[in-house]
């Protein structure tokens, strides 16, 4: 069990494989009790990315996990969070009470099946979502299988309209992937201004954020 699945501990080996980093939270928390990873007004974990049952302080398991991956997909897809805010306060509470945005909303190319698998990763309910990682990635693989043998396949990216998005069949023409790499500079830019301007006036918990 994870507990602190999210973007800034995924990274992209050059060999194409996704790596998880940072296993400084499971160690802590596999001490904290025996009987489950929770202690009582503790919250272990990055507030965007937390299941409500690790909002509640109730004990987790692997399910815990499938949420997490669950709203990184969603940021994935539609580049917005699953449950956004302006404080910890204000996450917790859509985290507990709201579902997010579709994602066909924010993204009206997304394949329904893809909304369809993150819909079920970030139930409320642990019974109600995927209850290993590895049904989950069975459910991805089928459908990447699917999609990657359609020739007409497209690219979405952010205000660009369907029509304009390059396809899958022209892979050879890397101007695609050069808008998107400049898209999320430009947005890793902004993220980190924000955060100096957050420390700047020592609102440690939005820069945290």
């Avoid at 194409?16 to 296993?23: M, N, Q, R």
């Avoid at 919250?43 to 302080?57: K, N």
């Avoid at 019974?127 to 590895?134: K, S």
């Amino acid at each position: 069990i994870r507990l602190d699945v999210k973007p800034g501990n995924i990274m992209l080996a050059e060999d194409g494989s996704v790596k998880f980093l940072d296993f400084g939270l499971p160690r802590w928390a596999a001490d904290v009790s025996s009987a489950g990873l929770t202690q009582a007004g503790t919250l272990m974990g990055s507030p965007h990315y937390m299941s409500p049952e690790q909002v509640s302080a109730q004990v987790v398991d692997q399910r815990s996990d499938v949420f997490a991956v669950g709203a990184v997909l969603y940021e994935l897809f539609t580049y917005q969070k699953a449950f956004p805010g302006d404080s910890t306060a204000a996450i917790l509470h859509r985290i507990l009470y709201t579902h997010p945005t579709p994602a066909r909303a924010l993204c009206p190319d997304l394949d329904p099946e893809l909304e369809s698998i993150v819909n079920r990763t970030v139930q409320k309910a642990p019974d109600n979502r995927y209850q290993t990682l590895q049904d989950l990635l069975q459910d991805l693989s089928r459908i990447r299988g699917r999609l990657t043998a359609v020739d007409d396949l497209t690219v979405w990216q952010p205000g660009v309209p369907a029509a304009e998005a390059p396809s899958a069949k022209d892979t050879t023409d890397l101007a695609g992937l050069d808008l998107i790499a400049s898209q999320r500079a430009e947005q890793i830019q902004q993220y980190l201004k924000e955060a100096v301007d957050h420390f700047e006036r020592d609102a440690l918990e939005e820069a945290s954020a």
